[in-house]
């Protein structure tokens, strides 16, 4: 049996496929080569899915002491009997081979070095599997000739022709898909079982595709896509979905979806959230197999080691945040789900999926953390204000319901918000449900709405068309066909995503809020220092409290805790700029058409204190001390010194 060779740290091990005929044994060696950015060696790497993790084939290492055997997945010595060349040595860098899985240390060095392996790699090749008997080829023709009739604008992602035919066809025509189709069914199934296999559920693909240097080949059986090709097909499909009744289709494209996205550094919370339906097998990876998707100034501050227990790597990404930015955003992705868990109700189980999706763009609070962390109990105490206790709550979507994920449940999602109408209605009266129509509408949607984003989204959810369709909708009166109820689809599938896991709650304030399923009567709803997410909180004793997960109360998501409503005509919104090409917070007022960056809610800066300048202070703000003479993207008008200058009411707040 082969036993790995203590490995330098700067370098890698290759493995060259000895050349043979297909289903001959495999013969490889291993070689251990520096890895220099300039000069780096000649190697493809594979990107596969590691399948079962039994090791039930066997290879050969050719040794100056002779051949030694190396046991294998089936997964991976299929992929190497496929792309063995007759008459050729081909040389490749597989993880699973070229790390030693054995030795802890080495795999948390070389998970390190990752985005260098990947980025010197002469080619990335993607192996989705054999050609079975699910028709892939049909499938990677299909798709191809799809992408090369559209182009994908990746920093709006907007989709247009990229050929007259398509131009002149209702490819690209919304409105027209129901009755044209892209594919026949059969077609559509073949793409179905292609975007099934595992490759597509495994996490560690994600960095994989996104440090190809030049690009990455798909290779299923004997068929060839470039990953940008199938990536813009991908595309294509999520906007124009199929026949609904073709099992798991939109479950499926979406998940396929996710990983086209894969195009720029996110911040950590972002890609979790992403990532959060891939698979892995060690769970600590959830965090190191996505590092180089993530910001450096994030990424930096973790590095993996796997001699930590997977509670450990999850506390301290919570605790390296808290310390290094005075950022609780973490909190936001705990869901409490057993009041007895293994984990601290204030760290997040990446392990598993949250069953809500994570609230984009909440700005709840732009104050630094106040936070203390106690190793003795493993509390967190933090501080923040008390915002209310839940007094109502309705689930909204049945155990059933849940499990629907195609557009034969639109009838359903219409039902479960007719329920939900007749309860809103009955809590709150049907006068204070009307005049707060459009506050409710956001509140169920999570304002996932186009107007957020400025330019506008122009493939997102308009909220005044939105809103006509939700007065209809919520008339319990009426009775909407089903090509009224399919001209609303886009949104009752963002209601549909956001009721996933949630409740509707009516809190002592009579504030309407979704919050996961968990929550109860006489829970707390706080805003706290460094958590730009409203959290749900459940007292235990007299001090201790549960984190049950953030929640969505439309009154409280713009920084209204600290520093009251805005004024009116001033949104707040993510807004894009041309010259860093990133979207930024800004103000807008839509009356005067004017934006800026600072909070109109905000006065003069307090004395000793002067804004700074630098190159992007047209998009973001950034403060010195002149007596202390420091630096700090956090506004000192906001600070703890300023909240308590205008008697804003804090309290401490421990977690258990």
């Given at each position: 049996m082969y036993i790995h060779l203590p490995l330098d740290e700067q370098c890698i091990r290759v493995l060259t496929v000895l050349a043979g005929s297909y289903g001959s044994d495999i013969h490889i060696n291993l070689s251990h080569v520096k890895l220099e950015p300039n000069d780096p060696p000649r190697y493809e790497?594979?990107?596969?899915?590691?399948?079962?993790?039994?090791?039930?084939?066997?290879?050969?290492?050719?040794?100056?002491?002779?051949?030694?055997?190396?046991?294998?997945?089936?997964?991976?010595?299929?992929?190497?009997?496929?792309?063995?060349?007759?008459?050729?040595?081909?040389?490749?860098?597989?993880?699973?081979?070229?790390?030693?899985?054995?030795?802890?240390?080495?795999?948390?060095?070389?998970?390190?070095?990752?985005?260098?392996?990947?980025?010197?790699?002469?080619?990335?090749?993607?192996?989705?599997?054999?050609?079975?008997?699910?028709?892939?080829?049909?499938?990677?023709?299909?798709?191809?000739?799809?992408?090369?009739?559209?182009?994908?604008?990746?920093?709006?992602?907007?989709?247009?022709?990229?050929?007259?035919?398509?131009?002149?066809?209702?490819?690209?025509?919304?409105?027209?898909?129901?009755?044209?189709?892209?594919?026949?069914?059969?077609?559509?199934?073949?793409?179905?079982?292609?975007?099934?296999?595992?490759?597509?559920?495994?996490?560690?693909?994600?960095?994989?595709?996104?440090?190809?240097?030049?690009g990455a080949n798909v290779i299923c059986g004997d068929d060839t896509i470039s990953w940008e090709d199938l990536r813009k097909a991908i595309y294509a499909l999520c906007l124009q979905p199929g026949p609904y009744h073709v099992r798991d289709i939109v479950e499926i494209v979406d998940r396929a979806t996710r990983i086209t996205f894969v195009d720029a550094k996110k911040s950590l919370k972002e890609v979790l959230e992403r990532t959060k339906h891939a698979q892995c097998s060690d769970p600590r990876d959830k965090i190191y197999g996505v590092l180089n998707l993530v910001e450096e100034t994030q990424k930096s501050s973790i590095q993996p080691d796997y001699t930590k227990t997977t509670v450990e790597v999850f506390r301290d990404v919570m605790l390296t945040c808290l310390l290094n930015y005075g950022d609780l955003k973490y909190l936001s992705c705990c869901e409490l789900q057993d009041e007895r868990g293994k984990f601290p109700s204030w760290v997040p189980d990446w392990s598993v999926p949250n069953k809500c999706r994570i609230l984009w763009g909440a700005k709840a609070c732009w104050v630094p953390a106040r936070a203390t962390y106690s190793d003795i109990d493993e509390t967190l105490i933090v501080t923040g204000r008390h915002m209310g206790k839940i007094a109502e709550v309705q689930q909204i979507l049945t155990d059933d319901l849940a499990g629907i994920v195609n557009g034969s449940c639109l009838q359903e999602i219409y039902a479960a918000l007719a329920r939900l109408t007749s309860w809103l209605r009955n809590q709150l009266g049907n006068d204070i449900f009307d005049r707060q129509l459009e506050t409710i509408c956001r509140t169920l949607c999570c304002n996932e709405f186009s107007d957020v984003i400025e330019p506008p989204n122009k493939i997102g959810l308009d909220c005044q068309a939105t809103l006509v369709h939700f007065r209809i909708l919520t008339d319990l009166m009426a009775e909407p066909t089903d090509d009224f109820l399919y001209s609303c689809t886009m949104f009752l599938g963002t209601l549909y995503n956001n009721l996933l896991g949630r409740s509707c709650v009516i809190t002592d304030e009579g504030c309407v809020g979704l919050a996961p399923n968990t929550a109860h009567q006489g829970d707390s709803i706080v805003v706290l220092l460094g958590c730009q997410s409203p959290i749900v909180l459940r007292p235990r004793g007299d001090e201790d409290h549960l984190v049950v997960g953030e929640v969505y109360v439309h009154d409280l998501m713009t920084g209204e805790a600290f520093q009251g409503p805005l004024p009116s005509n001033w949104r707040l919104v993510f807004r894009y700029d041309e010259i860093t090409g990133e979207h930024w917070d800004a103000f807008i007022d839509r009356g005067r058409d004017v934006w800026q960056v600072e909070d109109p809610r905000l006065g003069p800066l307090p004395e000793g204190w002067a804004e700074e300048r630098h190159p992007k202070q047209h998009v973001v703000a950034i403060y010195r001390n002149m007596r202390e003479d420091y630096t700090t993207g956090w506004d000192p008008r906001l600070m703890l010194p300023a909240l308590r200058a205008r008697d804003v009411e804090l309290r401490e707040f421990k977690l258990i």
């Open positions: 790497a594979l990107s596969y899915a590691w399948g079962s993790n039994v090791l039930s084939h066997l290879i050969y290492v050719d040794t100056e002491d002779g051949q030694q055997s190396l046991p294998v997945t089936e997964n991976l010595y299929t992929a190497l009997q496929h792309l063995r060349d007759e008459s050729l040595h081909r040389t490749l860098w597989v993880d699973a081979v070229c790390i030693n899985q054995r030795n802890d240390e080495e795999r948390g060095q070389q998970v390190a070095r990752m985005a260098d392996i990947y980025r010197s790699a002469a080619k990335v090749i993607i192996w989705l599997g054999p050609d079975d008997a699910d028709n892939s080829t049909a499938a990677i023709e299909a798709l191809r000739t799809l992408a090369s009739g559209v182009h994908v604008d990746w920093t709006t992602y907007t989709i247009s022709a990229a050929s007259e035919e398509v131009a002149n066809s209702d490819w690209l025509d919304f409105t027209k898909m129901r009755h044209a189709p892209l594919f026949d069914e059969e077609t559509w199934v073949s793409i179905v079982w292609l975007l099934k296999r595992s490759w597509f559920s495994r996490l560690w693909i994600w960095q994989e595709v996104y440090l190809a240097r030049s």
